[in-house]
Every structure is written in C-alpha cells, then in structure tokens.
C-alpha cells in the first residue's frame, strides 16, 4: 500500500470521524436548511435523524469516495455519485412510502364509507378507520384534520387544512371533496355516497398504476440488466485486451470515456423512472 493512499484513507476516517462526532453531540436538524431539496423526501420516508445528520452521511460517503479516488486512481465522478446517491436512494423511499399511504388511504375512504351507512357521524368514521389504519402517513393526515376539529375548528376548515398541506394529489382530492360535502350540510347518506365515488375514483387509478407498472417493468428489467452487463463485458475485454486496458486508464478514458459511460447508465435509469412517474401524476 503506498504512502499515498494511506494519507488518504487517513485523511478520509479523521473527516468522517469529526463530521459523526458533531453529529452524535447536536443532532437536531440545523435551521438553516429549512429549504433543502431532499427536505419532503426525508419527511415521507420516516427519516428521524434530522437533516444534520443526514448531510453528514453524504460527506462520510464523499469523503470516502475521493479517499479511493486519490489512492485507488479512479475517476473523479466517483465522489459525485457517491455525493448523490443519498438523494437518489431516499426518494426512491419516499416514492414507496407515498404511494403505501396512497392505498392506505383508499382503505380508509372506504371504511369510512361503511361507518356511515351503519349510522356512524363521519369525524367518529374518521377517527376509528384511521386509528385502524397501518400506514403511518396516511394516519397523520387524517388523524391532523380531526385534531383541529377537537380544538374547536369546524370540521371543514380542519380538512381543508389538511389538504392544503398534503402534497400528493390523491391525498388533497380526498380531503378536500369532503370538506366540500361537510361545508354543504349534506346528509349522512350523501356523504356515503360521495365516499363511494371517491373509492370507486381511487380504485380505478390504483388499477391503472399497476397496469402502468406492468407494461413497464420489462423494459426497466431490462436496463438494469444492461446497467450490469456492460460493465462485466468492459471488465472481461479489458482483462483480455491489454490495449483497451491501457486506453482506459489513459487520461482521455479516466476522464472522458468512464465517466461518459456512467453518466448514460445512470440518465437513463432516472430518465426512465420520471417517464413513468409523469404518466401516474
């Protein structure tokens, strides 16, 4: 092992070693970074450790990353993925995440619906479906509507609110085409009715997703297969191959051609997941 790559692997631990000891003594999310981008990710995700920490994570991930660059000789890019991969990682979670609270609340609609025609008042429904329920997400949202309403809000304001702030569509569509039938005094068996329109909606849309899924999962399987092929083939031909051994690790490989590669690898499994994600917004 050389000199260089001990002072880097040194370097690396003692940065990593500052950085989690700062964490483990303050690790409450810093208010500065009350706008950071992967900030609704990690909320829909269960994220605990605060954003803190979350960020000292990446920086023991890229500190540790350019220690194997600066040692190991690999392309600078090498960080940048690893600075990334955090974010890509916890999205994934939170896109999992939103959508089990997406079929929890389909789940909770339509007990609610069942409550009603049994002669249940619908805060009651609410609040017996959603302590039912399994998913975390969708308790809050509408266990946060019917909090209001106990401190002496109207019903309707309470899940207006709850809406409002809910990002995902389904989520706000719900609450808010019920606040709509609370606010108009409709009867019991109206509201029943309404339920029954929102699940019948609801259903159909979760239909759809999968179908959507489905037909795309193929073509996904696909390319992480590819994704995994093209680097065990580059590796096989630069074994076999001393001249394609010596292009690559010339500048114009390390520089150009490697990170070139991954950038494409990567782009278009991004490019594919947001293709599916726009057809189910």
Do not use: N, Y
């Not at 979670?93 to 609340?105: M, P, V």
Request: hydrophobic share 55%; charged share 25%.
């Amino acid at each position: 092992m050389s000199l260089a790559l001990i002072g880097a692997f040194g370097f690396g631990v003692a940065v990593a070693a500052l950085l989690l000891a700062r964490v483990v003594r303050d690790p409450s999310p810093r208010s500065g970074l009350a706008g950071h981008p992967d900030a609704a990710s990690l909320r829909e995700a269960g994220w605990r450790g605060g954003l803190g920490r979350w960020e000292a994570i990446r920086a023991v991930l890229v500190v540790a990353s350019a220690a194997l660059v600066l040692g190991l000789g690999l392309p600078a890019i090498t960080a940048l993925v690893a600075g990334l991969a955090p974010s890509a990682w916890i999205r994934m979670r939170a896109d999992a995440a939103r959508e089990r609270a997406r079929r929890a609340l389909t789940r909770i609609v339509k007990g609610t619906e069942a409550a009603l025609r049994s002669g249940a008042t619908l805060p009651e429904a609410l609040r017996r479906e959603a302590e039912a329920a399994t998913d975390p997400h969708a308790r809050s949202v509408v266990l946060g509507a019917l909090r209001e309403f106990d401190l002496g809000a109207s019903l309707d304001a309470g899940l207006r609110s709850a809406a409002a702030d809910s990002p995902d569509r389904r989520t706000e569509l719900v609450l808010g085409t019920l606040a709509v039938g609370v606010e108009d005094r409709l009867p019991r068996e109206r509201i029943a009715d309404l339920l029954s329109a929102l699940v019948d909606r609801l259903s159909f849309e979760e239909q759809l997703e999968d179908e959507v899924r489905a037909r795309a999962s193929g073509a996904r399987q696909q390319q992480r297969l590819l994704a995994l092929l093209v680097p065990a083939i580059a590796v096989l031909l630069i074994a076999t191959t001393p001249s394609l051994a010596a292009a690559l690790d010339a500048p114009l490989g390390r520089l150009v051609l490697i990170p070139g590669a991954v950038a494409l690898e990567a782009s278009g499994i991004v490019l594919a997941r947001r293709i599916v994600s726009e057809a189910l917004a």
